[in-house]
């Protein structure tokens, strides 16, 4: 979770129960039932997308990963391809492999 979201929860949910413990004194603030249940249905929204978005990145990171080990694949057979074709062939025969590389 991030820490802002983490922040933001902890805060609401000490004054949601600060505002609870003084029942009396809360009601005279103005502050009435509907909007402490207003403000526990957001804390239980925003842990869910907290929750939510925190698989996305994990997911995300896996895919990540897995395209950095494809990318390498394929840099070294590249590169391997590369090397093969230019030990067998004059330089001037690179272009018409697609080599555009020079010495």
Request: some cysteine.
């Amino acid at each position: 979770m991030y820490q802002i979201f983490k922040d933001q929860l902890e805060k609401s949910k000490l004054i949601i129960s600060g505002v609870k413990r003084n029942h009396r004194l809360g009601r005279e603030s103005g502050v009435d039932e509907a909007t402490l249940q207003k403000m526990e249905d957001d804390c239980r929204r925003l842990e869910a997308i907290s929750a939510e978005l925190d698989k996305i990145h994990d997911e995300f990171r896996k895919k990540s990963d897995e395209a950095h080990v494809a990318l390498d694949t394929l840099k070294l057979h590249t590169k391997q391809v590369k090397k093969a074709i230019k030990t067998k062939y004059d330089q001037t025969w690179w272009v018409k492999f697609g080599i555009p590389d020079k010495r």
